[in-house]
């Protein structure tokens, strides 16, 4: 039995029952004991004793045998009549009366529910207007509150004063990189250089490459994080990934990339950051994949769930990575492809952000295939 | 010939020496300076045939400095430099009437080339008004209607919306879209048509009305009122 409160109602009734049965024994036993008493003396049967049935009807040897004269059975039919009456009114008055003395645990339920559904964790419990073991119940829970307020709030403050950092170190990072690009360029389109400095000035060139795209996607990562907390609104994933397939066609002109899908597949998330997902998918496909190879987008509304795939003809991902290369900073042992290393660390993220999840398996085109799951809720990530 | 004047605006003097050497070497005659104040004076002295405008400066702000341009009247070209933690820096820059927008750091010739396109000056249609469906649009009073709701579009919403209504029914895709409204003919990303195609649709369908604007996949967009 599940309810406390049905629980206290049959505890009462059994205490009643209880109660009866020794009161019932106790009378009978005296009486019993009388009788027994005025035989042993010779008086016969005590007067109260009543009228016997007529021997004739008697069943039985004489004697002590004889049963109880018909007072005692319609006293004893009446007795259980009376007692199935007062367990039945125990019963219900024990259920109502319990329902009163367990309300405040009730109504300290509905507060705790109240912090559960607001995630407000600066609300506090009732406290002090209750019976003592329910307040107490409240104080303790209170405490944890305000443990679980407080770390709750550290956490932010570190998180926010990272996210800050990562801001502001981005920004002063990205203005000297971009006068740096721009004066490579000049150097570069400069007549009088020999081919070996022609050289070193490709290698300079590549490697400042390399420099942004490490700073892109650690800014990217750093606002992906950030992103738990933007609003969601109402996205066309069909339209993110065509733009993004018109954008990766631009970017990639010698792979041939094909988008097949519905003509809408909306879900509740945060536009940038299913745009990130798509787009480093789509690049990641690009530049792993096979060079001027094939690349298939694939959208489907699967029950509660957008579901994107991403095909390649490349090499693949052996089983072994493929796990680890959503990692930040974990790139393919086979790669020779440039990258960062956070290209699918950031559709990890971004799949999680969306309460969603990315695996890689086998492409029916030769290559890997990413598989990016999606609920269309746009449910939050679990802490 | 006259060389194309171009007043580069950033904080950053290492942007904009870097700037002012790279499109001086490309044939622009460069002016800097180094804040939104400077160069809404800048504007009305040199009178630049273009603007390269950074967006995040202290105390005026690019997307300032392109709205008061913009209610001033002048409407050269702007275009937007942003870093790529400022996606919304960009869009409200789009919005307050600039052009088109690069992330920081950019190709030199990416900008180059988009420099040269929205300098060219395209050759002024027929002024009469075009109608498509409810929609109405009036290049000589620059005034574009949904039903009697005016729509307020900005100067390039306006010249992408001109462009649907010229071509309704047809389906346009992002490069040929970039070659009428934008006068690239170079492969640039499209993503900035995906961006006004945004506000476009918001402004169109603000008082909701059904969508006429619509993604046809994998080619382009299409105007079907």
Redesign the interface.
Known sequence: MRSLRARVAVAAAVAVLAAFLLAGAVVVGTFAIEARWHEVEGQGPPAWWGEREPPGERIGPPGAQDGPPRFVRALAGRLALAFGAVLLVVAATGFRLAGVALRPLANLRAAAERVATTRDLAMRLPQGDGPEEVDALAGSLNAMLARLQASTAQVEATLEASRRFA?EA??EL??????????L??LA?SPNLTAEEQRVLADVTREQARL?ALL?GL??LA?GDAAEAVPRTRVDL??VV??A???AR??H?KATT??T?P?EAPLDGWP?GLRLLVDNLLENACVHGRPGGRVEVALDVVDDAVVLTVDDDGPGIPPAERERVFERFVRGRQTRAPGSGLGLALVAQQARVHGGVATIGDSPLGGARVTVRLPVDGARPAR | MRLPRVLVVDDEEAIRTALERALGLEGFAVATVDGGRAALDAVEEQQPDVVVLDILMPELDGVTVTKTLRARGRDMPILVLSALDEVDDRVAGLQAGADDYLVKPFAVSELVARLHALLRRRPQAVSVPLRAGDIVVDPARHEARRGDRDLALTRREFELLETFVRNAGIVLDRAKLLELVWGYDFAADGNVVDVFVGYLRRKLEAGGEPRVLHTVRGVGFVLRP
């Open positions: 801001a981005g920004h990205r203005t000297p990189l971009t006068s740096m690009r721009t004066n360029e000049v389109a942004l892109d800014q990217r606002r069909a339209d065509d733009a397939v018109a954008s631009v970017r002109p094909a988008f899908g003509d940038d």
